[in-house]
């Protein structure tokens, strides 16, 4: 059962334009990731949000974390082919040993320039 | 020198095989992970480590084995590799989730 629904699943823009990325649940996270993962390499950490409501932002890019806890955002301004990647978003739950993160399948963005 | 190393980098096996990925960091935590990660499937948690004495499975633990024979080291095993195990594998370690560069494992 996947947990987090990441979407689009796939994104095509021209650089400078805005893009949005949405990863969604019905399951409550006590906190979310996201990563970019570029090819050949293995997922770098972006960012962790915690607190309902939470915005973070890292130079052009800009997460929320929604009020429940059940959902969160990425929007890049400005996008640069640089930014070109696989975006993945990953909730945190606890289980019976503990706690794992569930990851969504991931949003391929690329930027052209 | 990278933080979290895996070896081999890429496999390519027959089925039925035996075979061992490994997993060594510097990094000194005590949580170790193992992923499987396909084409728009994302990455699929196949077994956590917390300790060297805590093991415990993730979402797609059938077919794998792994072994926590230090802090530093956590190794998975296919027992008898099949086509459908082809993927990236990744390990990671600590919350924060530090991965390793994967291993292409290519299973005919």
């Known amino acids: 059962t996947q947990l987090l629904e990441q979407s689009p699943q796939f994104l095509s823009i021209q650089e400078g334009e805005n893009l949005t990325v949405y990863c969604n649940s019905s399951s409550v996270f006590s906190s979310l990731q996201w990563y970019r993962q570029e090819p050949g390499e293995g997922p770098v950490l972006l960012v962790t949000?915690?607190?309902?409501?939470e915005v973070k932002k890292l130079k052009r890019l800009t997460f929320q974390f929604g009020d429940a806890r059940k959902d969160s955002s990425l929007h890049i301004t400005a996008a640069q082919p640089g930014d070109t990647g696989l975006y993945l978003c990953?909730?945190?739950?606890?289980?019976?040993?503990?706690?794992?993160?569930?990851f969504g399948k991931g949003t391929t963005l690329s930027v052209s320039s | 020198d990278a933080d979290v190393t895996q070896t081999p980098r890429n496999r390519i096996t027959k089925t039925g095989k035996r075979i061992m990925l490994e997993c060594s960091q510097t990094?000194?935590?005590?949580?170790m992970y193992w992923y499987r990660q396909d084409p728009g499937l994302g990455l699929q948690l196949i077994y956590y480590?917390?300790?060297?004495?805590?093991?415990n499975k993730g979402e797609i633990s059938d077919g794998y084995s792994v072994s926590r024979q230090a802090q530093a080291k956590f190794s998975l095993s296919l027992e008898s590799a099949i086509p459908n195990q082809t993927a990236l594998y990744f390990c990671?370690?600590?919350?924060?989730?530090?991965f390793g560069p994967g291993t292409r494992l290519t299973v005919l």
């Open positions: 990953a909730g945190e739950i606890w289980n019976q040993a503990g706690t794992a993160l569930i």
């Open positions: 480590s917390f300790d060297v004495k805590d093991i």
């Open positions: 949000v915690v607190t309902g409501g």
């Open positions: 990671a370690t600590s919350y924060e989730q530090f």
């Open positions: 990094k000194g935590h005590d949580r």
